[in-house]
């Protein structure tokens, strides 16, 4: 499958902060989903996205499905120091039913 | 409650002994799927199966094995022929034909270590 650019690589949050990851492809995908990995364990299914301009959101989380069907973007709102982990985009091309990856944003708490 | 798990969480072994890593899921998926997770990069494909006896190579099947000849379990076999298999791995499963076909449930992963 191919590699999705993720980024930020990593980023530092403040208790209280608003953050931004995006994902985006070479090619157009029909499918986004966004996960959570805590560290030595499985990532965790946080939001799907099926439509182009669809704007989900699960709790203090939004994601949303771009318009041009190339890229995703998640928000945090109000962090707080559970959300450190590293978030992964998946997507599905729409030539292909496996998912591709992006190599994952850090999350950390700034000290 | 429905999940997945893989068991050991942790494992060794010595170079050129094969290995392999259990994967059971009580979800009533049909497929299932195994990823290689290496630091600083997505996860990637090493093999899937879509339905009971039948499975697919991904992207880096090359040193790996596995069967499906139940829906619940799909065991990966890591051989010596496996050039760097030190990694955490990463089972999954999907219901592909539910409206949610392509939201991918993962287990808790095992890390293997090969001295």
């Known amino acids: 499958g191919q590699q999705l650019n993720q980024s930020p690589q990593s980023m530092f949050i403040q208790e209280g902060e608003d953050v931004s990851m995006n994902c985006t492809s070479s090619?157009?995908?029909?499918?986004w989903l966004w996960y959570k990995q805590d560290p030595g364990e499985g990532p965790v299914l946080l939001i799907a996205?099926?439509?182009?301009?669809e704007l989900t959101s699960n709790g203090r989380l939004t994601a949303q499905f771009g318009i041009t069907r190339k890229d995703s973007f998640l928000n945090i709102s109000a962090s707080i120091p559970s959300d450190v982990g590293i978030y992964f985009c998946?997507?599905?091309?729409?030539?292909?039913?496996?998912?591709?990856f992006g190599a994952g944003t850090t999350v950390t708490v700034r000290a | 409650d429905g999940g997945i798990t893989q068991s050991p969480k942790y494992l060794f072994r010595k170079e050129g002994q094969n290995v392999t890593l259990s994967c059971e899921q009580n979800?009533?998926?049909?497929?299932m799927y195994w990823y290689r997770q290496d630091p600083g990069q997505g996860l990637r494909l090493i093999y899937y199966?879509?339905?009971?006896?039948?499975?697919q190579k991904g992207d880096i099947a090359e040193g790996y094995s596995v069967s499906r000849e139940k829906k619940e379990s799909f065991p990966l076999t890591v051989t010596s022929a496996q050039k760097n298999p030190t990694a955490f791995y990463l089972c999954?499963?999907?219901?592909?034909?539910?409206?949610?076909?392509?939201?991918?449930?993962f287990g808790p992963g095992t890390r293997l270590t090969v001295t």
């Open positions: 996205l099926y439509k182009a301009g």
């Open positions: 998946a997507g599905r091309p729409s030539n292909d039913y496996k998912l591709s």
């Open positions: 979800l009533n998926h049909d497929a």
């Open positions: 199966s879509q339905i009971v006896n039948d499975f």
């Open positions: 090619s157009i995908f029909n499918t």
């Open positions: 999954a499963s999907s219901q592909p034909s539910s409206g949610k076909s392509y939201e991918q449930y």
